[in-house]
């Protein structure tokens, strides 16, 4: 499944480009289905995620190309609405294209998406939104089934602000008959580019960035050109590598508007943070230093995503630290990895402790998900001696080429797929 070697000890010091959002294409690539005609992505990240996408988007009929890192999609003609299990099963995600199948189609059937390594994510609130517009869920063993024969704006008011739930509702609603409010909606950069496309292609929505979001039905859609921003969640991993590690480093096309809670905390732990119009600057000075607790949220809180890269930087600190998990409850399964290199970190709950000031070993460690593969990443470049990371495949789901990234921040880094 490829591996990544790293001999550590050296600070991050150069530049690196910042890939196309992978939380941001996905939802995207889901919404072109909605849309007869051609979708033009650009700067659409070629990851495994984005590869498995187009495999599905191909499976229900819509042709899918790539030229480097633009994606054109024909979704003229969609001729099936069964999603293949193997894709299902192999990306979570790919339930975001419940809400744009019934919207084109009235119909999907798929296999239940399960659980994750990083915690319970039950599609409940996937499926709620999507009856009170009007459609029919059917169960039989771990296939679920849906059909709608029109689809009628509602009144939305979400349990919790969930991002794949908010964007299954909009998707749906940008056709339903009628105006669709949704409240107490995920507030993600990834809402707002979602939103911002469907407008581009003929939607009318509005919100998107707040709490609530207003949609009022069209009766159809058009292909358009968008651009995807830049990925803040690969922005914010170099970004505390380089604050983990020690050195200099410019981030290009990093989203600084989107990492406030990531800058302020890299900040205060001795991190010199410039933003600027073509990205963001980022230098250690001196000692790590303990932001004493910290604890994950929903945006713009400290992103979840970024709570398994963060720990390394914490368990070097000069004094003990906490940090919180309050998404996913299984997102500290990392500490195993990490805590064999050296970092000492107890759980106890949804909470990590660490007493700081641990000096990092390298040795063979194993990625079981994609955000705490990065994290062992980052740890192997601030350990002592050779880290090897196996399950490569995991990270690529979400970075185009951390070897070739890290490489040009200075990494004495290698790999194979």
């Known amino acids: 499944m490829g591996s990544i070697q790293i001999q550590g000890g050296r600070p991050l010091c150069g530049e690196v480009s910042i890939q ?21 992505l650009k700067n659409c990240p070629e990851i495994s995620d984005v590869a498995c996408m187009c495999e599905l988007l191909r499976h229900v009929g819509a042709k899918v190309y790539r030229q480097e890192n633009v994606l054109t999609i024909d979704a003229t003609e969609i001729t099936d609405c069964r999603l293949p299990r193997e894709y299902v099963t192999r990306m979570r995600s790919s339930v975001v294209l419940a809400g744009a199948m019934l919207g084109r189609c009235h119909e999907i059937s798929l296999t239940f998406p399960g659980g994750c390594v990083i915690g319970d994510r039950p599609i ?3 499926i709620q939104a999507l009856k009170e517009l009007g459609a029919e ?10 059909k709608a024969a029109r689809l009628k704006g509602a009144v939305i008011i979400l349990p919790f602000p969930s991002v794949g739930a908010t964007e299954n509702a909009v998707m749906a609603a940008v056709l339903a008959e009628g105006t669709t409010e949704i409240y107490r909606c995920a507030k993600e950069p990834e809402i707002t580019a979602l939103c911002d496309f469907l407008n581009c292609a003929g939607a009318k929505i509005t919100g998107q960035g707040s709490g609530h979001i207003t949609i009022e039905g069209v009766e159809r859609l058009h292909g358009c050109t968008y651009e995807v921003e830049p990925d803040r969640i690969v922005a914010g991993t170099y970004l505390i590598g380089a604050l983990a590690a020690g050195g200099r480093v410019f981030l290009r096309n990093a989203p600084a508007g989107q990492l406030g809670s990531v800058c302020e905390l890299a900040g205060f ?3 010199k943070i410039a933003a600027e119009p073509a990205g963001i600057r980022v230098e250690r000075q001196g000692k790590l230093r303990s932001p004493g ?6 945006y713009p809180a400290f992103p979840t995503d970024l709570q398994s890269p963060f720990l390394v930087a914490l368990c070097q600190a000069e004094t003990m630290s906490c940090l919180t998990e309050r998404i996913f409850n299984g997102r500290l399964a990392v500490v195993e990895e990490l805590n064999r290199m050296g970092a000492n970190i107890r759980v106890e709950n949804n909470c990590a402790a660490m ?3 641990q000096k990092l070993k390298g040795c063979s460690v194993t990625a079981k998900e994609l955000r705490g593969g990065a994290a062992l990443v980052l740890a192997g470049i601030c350990a002592q001696g050779m880290t090897l990371v196996y399950n490569r495949h995991f990270i690529d789901r979400g970075y185009e080429d951390i070897v070739r990234d890290l490489k040009s921040l200075g990494v004495n880094i290698g790999g194979k797929k």
Do not use: Q, R, Y
């Open 355 to 357: 007493d700081g000031g």
């Open 269 to 271: 732990m001795g991190a």
């Open 293 to 298: 607790f910290v604890e994950t949220g929903i």
């Open 137 to 146: 869920f059917t169960e039989n063993g771990d296939n679920l089934s849906a």
């Open 124 to 126: 409940d609130m996937h």
């Open 20 to 40: 196309g959002s992978k939380n941001a294409a996905l939802p995207v690539m889901a919404a072109s289905v909605l849309a007869p005609g051609i979708t033009t």
